[in-house]
């Protein structure tokens, strides 16, 4: 008897297994959990805009994007960027456009602004070229939310812009294209770090509020990562025996102590809108989730020493190596601090609140008020 019922089980599941998968088959064309996303940030999440700038910070070459189904697309690693993946858990079915080369309808839900080598400061990664800054992307913000209120009326376009999440990562060319390159930038002299730290937060400070002057309401922001722990800041700056560069990693600290006071300042005193921080280095260590390299990119570097040298061939087992390049992430441990951000239950993590919970936030959207009071429509 017990054989037969155990010969039977795998028969009665049959039908359940059939109804799973073709539910899975339904959910390919539910909606996602929010309306639209706008990406802001440097080459963490750039998806393209730098293709047809002057500067020697774009990737639309080869091996970059080896494991991406179009191949180099302008993202700088060699898959998805933490935004992409973050973008898929919320249920879209495509990536967000670059602002570069977005059109029509497709706008509405959502544009990626993110510029590698840009920063809070406008002249943050100048020494490598042209380059869209925080203030340029927030204007380009604005020239598209005029263009969705010409599609949909303006209490419409309002109503939608409440919805979306804004995710804004920048901050690293603040520190590794402005203030630790002092043969270059004035910063290093003119500030120490704590009084860096709080003039950037300050110029962000204004920039947050911009975006809320414009419509946002559910704001993600992620701090600045371990920018002391890249293959390339170790080669630069040297380790001192430790495994990363310690006053890298310890400005981005500062930065982080003041952003994270700054989301706590906007939701006290801006209450129909929610802000959030995402701590962007994982919470468990590299060894643990199976990544084996974290020291040294998995693609060969090319002169400059922080990007892949185009046309070369990449390592193999790229699952294995936190680092893309000698600056950026790899697609696998990109999905680690995706998950997190998108799911995490630790303060340490996600404070106040995950990037899944925001979304199911309700924000009141019976409020008559013109999101664009403060902008040219
Ligand atoms: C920074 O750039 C923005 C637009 O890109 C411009 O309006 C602003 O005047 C600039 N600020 C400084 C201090 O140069
Ligand atoms: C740096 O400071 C010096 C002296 O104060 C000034 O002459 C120079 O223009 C500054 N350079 C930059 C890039 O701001």
Request: aromatic share 10%; proline share 4%.
């Amino acid at each position: 008897m017990a054989n037969l019922a155990s010969n039977l089980h795998p028969w009665w599941l049959l039908p359940v297994s059939f109804l799973l998968v073709s539910n899975i088959h339904h959910c390919v064309n539910a909606e996602p959990q929010v309306p639209c996303y706008f990406i802001f940030g440097d080459s963490l999440s750039d998806s393209g805009n730098n293709n047809n700038l002057a500067t020697t910070a774009k990737v639309n070459y080869s091996p970059y994007g080896i494991d991406f189904p179009k191949g180099p697309t302008g993202r700088f690693t060699n898959g998805r960027t933490m935004q992409d993946i973050i973008v898929q858990l919320l249920g879209f079915q495509e990536f967000i456009p670059p602002f570069a080369t977005s059109k029509g309808r497709q706008i509405l839900k959502g544009v990626n602004y993110a510029s590698g080598s840009s920063g809070i400061l406008n002249e943050s990664g100048q020494q490598l070229g042209d380059r869209v800054c925080m203030n340029k992307q927030l204007s380009n913000h604005q020239s598209v939310i005029s263009t969705i209120a010409k599609l949909l009326g303006k209490r419409s376009a309002s109503k939608l812009l409440r919805k979306c999440i804004y995710a804004v990562q920048i901050g690293s060319n603040d520190y590794i294209n402005n203030y630790f390159k002092p043969e270059v930038y004035n910063t290093s002299r003119l500030f120490s770090p704590e009084q860096y730290a709080a003039y950037l937060i300050e110029q962000y400070s204004r920039q947050l509020k911009t975006l809320y002057n414009n419509g946002a309401r559910k704001l993600a922001v992620f701090g600045v990562g371990s920018i002391g722990c890249t293959p390339n800041a170790m080669v630069i700056h040297g380790t001192d025996s430790s495994t990363c560069v310690e006053k890298l990693n310890n400005a981005a600290q500062l930065f982080n102590e003041r952003l994270i006071s700054l989301v706590d300042e906007l939701n006290t005193n801006l209450r129909d809108a929610k802000f959030t921080y995402l701590n962007p280095t994982g919470a468990t260590s590299t060894k643990a989730l199976g990544f084996t390299v974290i020291n040294a990119g998995c693609c060969r570097i090319g002169s400059d020493g922080e990007l892949c040298l185009p046309g070369s061939e990449p390592c193999g087992d790229r699952s294995k190596y936190v680092f893309w390049d000698a600056v950026h992430t790899s697609d696998a441990w990109n999905e680690i601090i995706a998950e997190e951000a998108y799911g995490a239950e630790s303060s340490g993590q996600a404070y106040p609140l995950n990037i899944n919970k925001m979304a199911q936030l309700h924000i009141n959207n019976d409020a008559d008020e013109d999101i664009c009071g403060h902008c040219v429509i």
